[in-house]
């Protein structure tokens, strides 16, 4: 729901308002030992809360703090373009943790990071339901919708995208039991789907594919070069071991992807789509 109205990231603010100077311009490093002391001053992504892995506890936990004071302050607002702003800044707060979580645990090469981010992105997604089903929320919006309160387009615009969002996750819903149920499904649905996408990520499995002409020459390096021993053709060499050669493919996400994208042997696409 509250991606819907992230126009802008936190991330990508702060990674450019780092590198300026007071008067505006840019800021570079004039020395090796000036670009190891800028490199210091930021932690992943240009974000201070990043420096380890354990940061993204740390960002987690800010992010609820303060969507949870922007909730209450949205709570005691009467209809007016202030309650648009205040959602903007929730949706910028959580986004901000979510986009840095799933790009870490999908893309970085440390086990640490990953987990971490894995962790981070569990628990910022539960958060971001209990959002969605939040009453108080919906009844701001709501009345913002309604009240004649909105001055612009863009911000009508806004809230009826929000309102229609929230209906979508049913909390207008009469029957409060069916919705209470219907939260519980998605948040167990939420659990199961981190676990099997962190299992696949943390470990990944392989597919063996023979012979290696099966896989383009254009994509062989994302594979590792295996072989395998070959049955004895009955000649009068058959003493000598013979070898075939293959490939490994790590049924990881991105690798699975490339290899899809360009592999021809149906054999092989319908081996890899198995495996995912």
Known sequence: MFRALT????VATRLFSSSRTSSGGICFATS??????VGAETGLYGLDVLKTAKG?????????????????????????????RAMDE???TVCS???????????????EYVEEANKASMRINEYLHFLNTNNSLYTAIVKVEHGGALHTEEAQRAAHALRVDFENGGIHLSDVSYFVRTCCQIISCIYVLFRFNENIILDPGSVDIFPASRIPKNIQHLCRTIYRPVPSDGSSKSWITRKEKGYR????????????KWVSDAGVSSHLDLNQ
Not at 62 to 78: D, F, K, N, W
Not at 97 to 111: F, G, Q
């Open 97 to 111: 943790v979510i986009d840095s979580a799933e790009l870490c645990r999908n893309t970085h090469p440390d086990r």
């Open 32 to 37: 090796s030992a000036d670009a190891v002391a």
């Open 56 to 84: 993204f506890r740390r960002f987690v936990d800010e992010a609820i703090s303060r969507s949870g004071e922007l909730v209450s302050y949205i709570s005691q607002l009467p209809p007016s373009m202030e309650v648009i």
């Open 7 to 10: 126009t802008r990231r936190r």
């Open 249 to 260: 493919i790590t049924t990881d996400s991105s690798t699975l992807s490339s290899i899809l």
């Open 90 to 92: 929730i949706s910028d």
